[in-house]
């Protein structure tokens, strides 16, 4: 048998589809919801501050954190080949944050660059199995893409 467990945290991002054939094109922003699933063993190590979890909450909260939220919150996501999107961005100067990556930044590929991100910093300290499995990107609402091994 297998736990798993779910942690979230939320941004407030910006982006814009350049291809999409409705008003997904235009600059526009969500609040973002990125949700790291993770499973493995319990520790059974007793005395340990982790004993009866798989990984302290916390910890998953200062890892999304620093490697997501951090990274992307209140910042304007652009993918490299959008020239519009970038030229917009360089005319706020340099104190606007702009982030620029080699994708489209939809739902769906900021879900994989989530999980690839945070993946390699899911480790445990007490010797049992643990491993992200999914990253959830909720978009909006009722929209939710998730990247999974």
């Known amino acids: 048998m297998t736990t798993t467990i779910r942690r979230y945290i939320e941004t407030d991002t910006g982006h814009r589809v350049p291809n999409h054939k409705s008003k997904c094109k235009h600059m526009h922003g969500h609040r973002y919801r990125f949700e790291a699933e993770?499973?493995?063993?319990?520790?059974?190590?007793?005395?340990?501050?982790?004993?009866?979890?798989?990984?302290?909450?916390?910890?998953?909260?200062?890892?999304?954190?620093?490697?997501?939220?951090?990274?992307?919150?209140?910042?304007?996501?652009?993918?490299?080949?959008?020239?519009?999107?970038?030229?917009?961005?360089?005319?706020?100067?340099?104190d606007h944050r702009t982030v620029?990556?080699?994708?489209?930044?939809?739902?769906?590929?900021?879900?994989?660059?989530?999980?690839?991100t945070l993946e390699p910093h899911i480790k445990t300290t007490y010797g049992n199995q643990l491993r992200l499995v999914a990253m959830h990107c909720r978009e909006t609402p009722k929209s939710v893409a998730s990247w999974r091994i």
């Open 100 to 116: 620029v990556v080699s994708f489209i930044p939809t739902a769906e590929n900021l879900a994989r660059w989530a999980f690839e």
């Open 38 to 94: 993770i499973e493995g063993d319990v520790v059974t190590q007793q005395g340990v501050s982790d004993e009866g979890m798989l990984m302290d909450f916390s910890d998953i909260s200062h890892l999304l954190t620093v490697h997501i939220h951090d990274v992307i919150d209140h910042a304007f996501v652009v993918y490299e080949g959008d020239e519009a999107a970038k030229a917009a961005c360089k005319l706020m100067g340099d």
